[in-house]
């Protein structure tokens, strides 16, 4: 509705809606993962961006067989886990393309709520404690998605209600609005990635965020009673 408001189209509120769901909802979504865009203009064009992540350059065919560590899973819990993310590039070149905004317009509500907060709900609260065994091996996750039990002084994850605050990612958002994805794909983002990747057992590099490119796609067509899907 916001985007609306300011003479955006359909494609800047469905990516603003992205990106806040990526604060809000970042156990479904988020600037870490990827995505596919189908876009449908008002002439009736239609565009596929595939902004799904990719391997890291230097990834093998049994690169989760031979892995040994502390993760039962390396290919879901890890440093190893992790492909390098592409839905922030598929939000950009959606937006630019087809939106009237831009991107840092889309990124604003989430940003905001990254900043100020936000109640925690039933379904927020259930999936930290479906994930708090793999969460609390990351000291920046218990950062971020936990605090001590005001009875118990234990870390336990957000409750119900509880105003979640994402201070680092409300700054990764604001950085991205003022220099752009190349702040996150080629700048001080993928250096500290690299970072982090080389002290974890990763192998992910500030190259591979580098050379990541979304791929348009042709999209599939066919026939539903009258409708074309």
């Known amino acids: 509705v916001d985007a609306f408001a300011k003479g955006g189209n359909a494609i800047d509120a469905a990516?603003?809606?992205?990106?806040?769901?990526?604060v809000v909802d970042n156990f479904n979504s988020g600037i870490g993962g990827g995505c596919f865009i189908l876009i449908r203009t008002a002439k009736g064009e239609v565009y596929a961006i595939d902004g799904r992540e990719m391997a890291p350059s230097a990834a093998t065919q049994d690169l989760f067989q031979n892995a040994k560590g502390r993760f039962a899973n390396p290919s879901q819990t890890g440093a190893l886990a992790s492909g390098v993310p592409g839905a922030l590039q598929a939000y950009a070149q959606a937006v630019a393309e087809h939106g009237r905004l831009g991107l840092s317009a889309s990124l604003q509500k989430g940003m905001e709520a990254a900043e100020n907060g936000f109640p925690v709900t039933d379904a927020y609260a259930g999936k930290l404690r479906i994930a708090k065994k793999a969460m609390v091996?990351?000291?920046?996750?218990?950062?971020?998605?936990?605090?001590?039990?005001?009875t118990t002084g234990i870390v336990e994850p957000y409750r119900v209600g509880e105003i979640l605050k994402q201070s680092d990612l409300a700054t990764t958002y604001r950085m991205i609005s003022q220099k752009g994805t190349d702040w996150f794909y080629r700048g001080a983002f993928a250096e500290l990635a690299d970072q982090w990747?080389?002290?974890?057992?990763?192998?992910?590099?500030?190259?591979?965020?580098?050379?990541?490119?979304?791929?348009?796609?042709?999209?599939?067509?066919s026939k539903y009673r009258d409708f074309e899907i």
């Open 137 to 150: 091996q990351f000291p920046g996750a218990v950062k971020v998605f936990f605090r001590p039990d005001p």
């Open 197 to 221: 990747m080389k002290a974890n057992g990763g192998i992910m590099s500030a190259t591979d965020f580098a050379k990541y490119e979304t791929v348009n796609r042709r999209p599939s067509r």
């Open 15 to 22: 990516i603003a809606t992205a990106l806040t769901l990526g």
